[in-house]
């Protein structure tokens, strides 16, 4: 079984300034994505990146970039010029491609509460 | 602009009331998947269909706990009795396989 870890609970940042949000986990597989999920306070999930386990390259979408260590099994998640709209709990999560299928399906970690201060 | 759709957004009821929750997943989506969320278990995966057909629902209380998915353009989350326990927001999502899984806006439910 797979497991994701966000090793902080709750971070806070300056508005305009550079935070980095922590993920690990654990899989037997060797074919997989991560990702990273939003969450406002509406409780929306808004997918904010997605990583091909086969990629070296990491991904980057705006203001958004991760740094994935396949080996080291670690995928973080940094957020340049920090917004108040950034505010939100974020979570990692990891999705299994197997041949058969059966393991498609996201696997949560606990999340992580960012706070943007003006 | 595809979206999964979730009613009701928002349900308050008494203990020992049933509880149903529905979900339009994206048109041409052929897995959905239903999650809970509370504050001491986070998210967690209660049940997925593909292409119709239960895969999983280990995860789903199987005394008051009942989902399943009348036709391609619906899925159906059922409590019975809800007890207190059960308020939490449901997820559903929807996605077709090996690729990104995209979530409704969720079902916030309170048992009283």
């Known amino acids: 079984a797979q497991t994701v870890t966000q090793s902080q609970p709750e971070m806070s940042v300056q508005e305009a300034e550079t935070v980095t949000l922590s993920c690990t986990y654990d899989?037997?597989?060797?074919?997989?994505?991560l990702f990273w999920y939003k969450q406002p306070p509406s409780r929306q999930m808004i997918l904010v990146i997605r990583?091909?386990?086969?990629?070296?390259q990491n991904a980057t979408e705006n203001r958004f970039s991760v740094n994935f260590q396949k080996a080291a099994k670690s995928f973080s998640l940094k957020i340049s010029d920090s917004q108040l709209g950034d505010t939100a709990m974020y979570f990692c999560?990891?999705?299994?491609?197997?041949?058969?299928?059966?393991?498609?399906?996201?696997?949560f970690g606990k999340g992580t509460l960012l706070t943007v201060n003006p | 602009d595809a979206r999964v759709t979730q009613t009701p957004r928002h349900k308050v009821t008494e203990m020992g009331q049933e509880v149903t929750m529905r979900c339009q997943p994206i048109?041409?989506?052929?897995?959905v998947f239903w999650y809970r969320q509370t504050m001491m278990q986070g998210l967690e995966l209660l049940a997925y269909?593909?292409?119709?057909?239960?895969?999983?629902d280990s995860g789903m209380p199987k005394d008051r706990f009942s989902a399943e998915m009348p036709d391609a353009t619906l899925a159906t989350l059922k409590i019975q009795p809800s007890e207190p326990r059960d308020s939490a927001v449901y997820f559903c999502a929807s996605g077709i396989e090996g690729n990104t899984i995209y979530f409704g806006e969720g079902s916030w439910l309170t048992v009283v």
């Open positions: 269909f593909r292409n119709r057909a239960p895969l999983d």
């Open positions: 999560a990891f999705m299994g491609l197997n041949s058969g299928g059966s393991n498609y399906k996201l696997t």
């Open positions: 990583q091909e386990a086969y990629k070296q």
């Open positions: 899989t037997s597989e060797n074919n997989y994505y």
């Open positions: 048109l041409g989506h052929n897995t």
